[in-house]
């Protein structure tokens, strides 16, 4: 991750930090050869407006999506790998995420260093990269005439890179200070780090994207050119690009430089199913902290599952603006200073999370009442028609604004690319968040908010009186 | 390659947003983008936490969010109900010299979203009972920032740098302050900041300049600049005459937040344009710059390193950040301050400042290839009194700067001797080795507990 202070590094990083993805990265088969040049021929889908997608897939496993958008002499090109920290093991966690950091690093054809600067001295925006559970990106957005430069950088990195001991030590360096920064010294990070792994038990999702401590103290510069091996390759990416750019042009362009990489035969490994939760958890932490501080989570499904648009109207009901209800119940009422929730996006089944920043001198008791009230009130009483309309305009909303520049479209395009393998979807669940019921809510509330599925971290401050 | 991205640049000069002045005195522009049903309406005030009276400090804060909190003819309740009726975003931003009210809103809902921001914005009621609520809840946010490390660490250096001068006071206030303010107070600074000759209109979207231009002439008749004092400018701040270090003490860190710095440039100084170029080569944000290098590439001391300059109608700050774990603070330390006395005896290299010149050219469009960054431009430009268009003049001065201005800037700015330190960490375990580090008196060292506002 490059930490240029950026606001679009900042919204990234955070992102990165509390939101899940997803992606089955485990493609396996047979070493392919590119016998043939040409991919399949790009399709065109529409997207939002008048913008539309083209589609490309290449004999090597690589895809395609070019968004043509003449605004501005511009273009963002991303690069979505579906590979993320749910492809690691137990002793490794952070493995994924670290060699995300060792992809700035040297190439057989690029000294250390070289990436960056080649980059930089043409006018690079927003070079960065993030990791998730699901996924790994890699960004940037350049003036028009520097398609063929980009994409001659990122297919050698894709292939040839090199890790070396001084420079993986050295990175590995400022991977633990990422950790001290982000989870160790950061009340939010450490919280929400202890409710995943309180959550989940046997699946991925249970370790922080950006790893254990102990597991980042064993890594070896082996075990990343083991990673890289194993998922680097044609066939486990897709590129998106979105600019000014021509659709037939691009797919040449990437044709040029990435046809002749080959697909590789990643291990399938069996990602461990998380079992039910059966009885609530609850954890609670003293920190140095001054007002307290409380999360709560409730297991359910992954993106694609057709109960997500119901989820995502309920998130909308219960927090969506200050006229919402948890809104209304604990910053209203002066329980709390601020309160989200957030039904993430992930591949495998997996949270939906409520977080409350206490007022001076209310307690995180209080919250949790309030929040299981409104809980109960959902799989008791339908959502009113004007509340559904509310929740609706907000998420229409966000939808759009969520589309709102080439890197924001790139971005929605790869996410939903790297969780499903078809963006399509994300479309399709705008249209379905339309038609859902104040039925369908209750439903879900009903089937996935119950005790049993809920976890709890709590935060105290050092030296206070625990209520 | 240079001659290339002026083009590049030229090109977007050409997008630049129309200005408009109508009769009363306040400044409109807006861009009209179809190309998503959304429209975005910023209603900026030409003065900010500045403002704020001795004693009343996040006053001017209190009163743009006291705006969202009731009209003569509606409750908080009734507002928050219809902004998300309509699948809108009103908020408020307070920066030093700006009180900025963001609107955002679905196209079809735009009337009604503009009658509503013209209310809030013309007759707000300041009711008591939510003025004690909101108190409630900025103390609490106040108290909840300063459990965070780097937002704690950026509040405590602003304070330290720029001692009793209002740039060093923070936004939010103090909850000292914050808990004594009045309905009275916050309504008097109302009547002080809101008010047609402070405003200016920016937005882009999907809805025509003409509405905008209406509605904007609407709101400036509601406001018109009546016997309202003219708000004095702040002085200019001056950097302490040594340099000193300030601990931010908090147990138990494993990383320390760090921030090396002194006063800062106007953005229309003349040294300005080589000040940016050679920030750029120290520690503008890219992973060839020497900081970076040394601190992170090199060393792996920090997750981040950079240095940048902030800015105001005065000059701010100039800074370097960065945090390190707290077993290497004292050697970052000593890293940041040597490379930092370094650039100010030789300056920056001649291959440095071919990169940073490239770089910054070749980039500049970014800086108003979006809509949404035109309009941030325009607030800018407008609050800081710069000249129109001066944000999309950044590749024209800096391909004119040469390297002997540059290091010519650097010596004459950069005060080494008069640097202000601060680091949050864990005194007990570093002070000696920080002060050490520093090139500090023991009795020019100050500790604060993390509490303390």
Redesign the interface.
């Known amino acids: 991750?490059?930490?240029?202070?950026?606001a679009p590094f900042i919204a990234i990083m955070i992102t990165a930090c509390l939101v899940a993805a997803a992606a089955s990265s485990c493609a396996s088969g047979p070493k392919t050869t590119p016998s043939a040049t040409t991919s399949t021929a790009g399709e065109v889908v529409p997207l939002?407006?008048?913008?539309k997608v083209h589609r490309y897939t290449y004999p090597n496993g690589l895809k395609l999506l070019v968004v043509e958008d003449h605004?501005?002499?511009?273009f963002a090109y991303q690069t979505w790998f579906r590979i993320g920290s749910r492809d690691e093991i137990p002793g490794k966690t952070g493995l994924a995420h670290l060699f995300e950091h060792m992809m700035?690093k040297e190439t057989k054809n690029h000294k250390e260093?070289e990436f960056?600067?080649i980059l930089?001295?043409?006018?690079?925006?927003?070079e960065n990269a993030f990791t998730n559970r699901d996924y790994t990106a890699y960004i940037q957005?350049l003036?028009k005439?520097q398609l063929d430069l980009i994409a001659s950088l990122e297919s050698d990195r894709m292939v040839n890179l090199l890790v070396n001991e001084q420079s993986f030590?050295?990175?590995?360096?400022?991977?633990?200070?990422?950790r001290?920064?982000r989870t160790?010294?950061?009340?939010d990070g450490t919280m929400y780090q202890d409710l995943f792994g309180l959550a989940f038990e046997k699946h991925p999702y249970h370790w922080p994207v950006i790893g254990y401590q102990a597991d980042l103290d064993k890594m070896s510069a082996q075990n990343a050119m083991d990673f890289y091996k194993t998922y680097y390759s044609p066939n486990h990416a897709t590129i998106v690009v979105v600019g000014d750019v021509d659709a037939g042009h691009v797919h040449d362009v990437i044709q040029k430089y990435y046809g002749g990489l080959l697909a590789s035969s990643a291990p399938s490994h069996d990602i461990p199913v998380e079992p039910t939760q059966d009885a609530p958890r609850r954890e609670s932490l003293k920190?140095?902290?001054?007002?307290e501080k409380i999360v709560l989570a409730y297991h359910i499904p992954g993106i694609a599952d057709a109960d997500m648009p119901a989820i995502d109207v309920l998130q909308a009901v219960l927090s969506?603006?200050?006229?919402?209800r948890l809104?209304r119940a604990l910053?209203?009422t002066?329980i709390a200073?601020?309160v989200d929730s957030e039904d993430i996006d992930d591949k495998d089944p997996t949270l939906f999370i409520i977080g409350v920043?206490?007022?001076?001198g209310r307690h995180a008791t209080q919250a949790e009442s309030v929040v299981l009230r409104e809980i109960a009130r959902l799989t008791s009483e339908l959502v009113g028609d004007?509340e559904l309309?509310?929740a609706?305009?907000?998420i229409?909303?966000g939808f759009?604004?969520g589309?709102?520049?080439a890197y924001l479209k790139a971005q929605f395009l790869g996410k939903y690319e790297a969780l499903t393998k078809n963006f399509e979807l994300g479309l399709l669940e705008q249209q379905r968040i339309q038609s859902v019921t104040p039925e369908q809510i209750m439903e879900v509330a009903k089937k996935y908010f119950m005790p049993s599925n809920r976890s709890v971290v709590s935060a105290f401050p050092?030296g206070g009186k625990q209520k | 390659?240079k001659r290339?991205?002026i083009a590049?640049s030229i090109?977007?000069a050409a997008?630049a947003l129309p200005a408009a002045m109508p009769a009363h005195a306040f400044e409109m522009a807006f861009e009209e983008?179809?190309?998503?049903?959304?429209v975005y309406v910023n209603l900026a005030i030409k003065a900010g936490a500045v403002t704020d009276p001795a004693g009343q400090s996040g006053i001017t804060n209190f009163m743009g969010e006291m705006l969202l909190r009731g009209t003569r003819s509606k409750t908080?309740?009734q507002i928050?109900?219809a902004?998300?009726?309509?699948?809108?975003?009103l908020e408020v931003e307070t920066r030093a010299e700006a009180l900025i009210v963001r609107g955002?809103?679905?196209s079809s809902?735009l009337e009604p979203f503009l009658a509503l921001m013209r209310e809030i914005a013309s007759e707000p009621s300041f009711p008591e009972a939510e003025i004690r609520?909101l108190k409630?809840?900025i103390?609490?946010?106040i108290?909840?920032e300063?459990?965070?490390?780097?937002s704690l660490e950026g509040r405590r250096f602003s304070r330290f740098l720029f001692e009793g001068h209002p740039y060093g006071k923070p936004v939010l206030g103090t909850v000292k302050d914050v808990t004594k303010l009045t309905r009275t107070k916050i309504a008097a600074q109302y009547e002080r900041l809101i008010h047609d000759l402070n405003f200016v209109v920016v937005g882009e979207g999907d809805a025509h300049e003409g509405t905008m231009h209406a509605w904007s002439t609407d709101l400036a008749r509601l406001r018109p600049t009546g016997s309202q004092a003219v708000i004095a400018q702040v002085s200019t701040p001056v950097n302490a005459p040594i340099r000193r270090l300030q601990i931010v003490d908090?147990?138990?860190?494993?990383?320390t937040q760090m921030d090396v710095g002194q006063i800062g440039v106007r953005m229309t100084d003349r040294d300005y344009f080589p000040l940016y170029l050679g920030n750029y080569a120290f520690g503008g944000?890219?992973?060839?710059a020497r900081l970076m290098s040394e601190i992170?590439?090199?060393?792996?001391?920090?997750?981040?390193a950079?240095s940048?300059f902030r800015q105001g109608l005065k000059p701010r700050s100039w800074q370097a950040?960065l945090?390190?774990?707290a077993k290497d603070a004292p050697a970052a330390l000593a890293e940041t301050v040597k490379l930092i006395e370094e650039l100010h005896a030789k300056g920056i290299t001649h291959d440095e400042f071919d990169?940073a010149q490239?770089?910054l050219?070749?980039?500049?469009?970014?800086m108003y290839?979006?809509p949404?960054k035109r309009v941030e431009n325009t607030v800018l430009e407008r609050t800081l009194d710069l000249p129109q268009g001066f944000m999309q003049g950044y590749a024209k001065e800096l391909s004119l700067v040469t390297l002997e201005q540059v290091n010519g800037a650097m010596k004459n700015f950069l005060q080494p001797d008069r640097l202000a330190i601060s680091v949050l960490g864990t005194a007990a375990d570093l002070k000696d080795a920080l002060t050490k580090a520093a090139g500090v008196q023991t009795k020019d060292v100050l500790v604060v507990p993390?509490?303390e506002e």
Do not use: C
């Open positions: 991750m490059n930490p240029k202070p950026s939002v407006g008048s913008a605004s501005s002499p511009t700035f260093g960056d600067r930089e001295a043409v006018g690079v925006e927003g957005e003036p005439n030590r050295t990175e590995l360096e400022v991977v633990q200070n990422e001290r920064f160790e010294n950061n009340p920190l140095n902290i001054q007002v969506g603006g200050k006229s919402s809104y910053v209203d002066g200073s601020s920043n206490l007022q001076k004007k309309e509310r609706r305009n907000k229409d909303f759009y604004e589309l709102g520049s050092k | 390659m290339n991205f590049f090109l977007f997008l983008d179809s190309s998503l049903p959304i908080k309740e928050d109900l902004l998300d009726q309509m699948g809108a975003r955002a809103v679905l809902q609520k409630a809840e103390v609490s946010g108290l909840e300063l459990g965070n490390d780097s908090k147990p138990e860190r494993t990383q944000g890219s992973f060839s992170r590439v090199k060393r792996g001391w920090s997750y981040g950079y940048s950040h945090f390190p774990a990169f490239r770089s050219v070749n980039s500049s469009g970014f290839n979006t949404k993390y509490t």
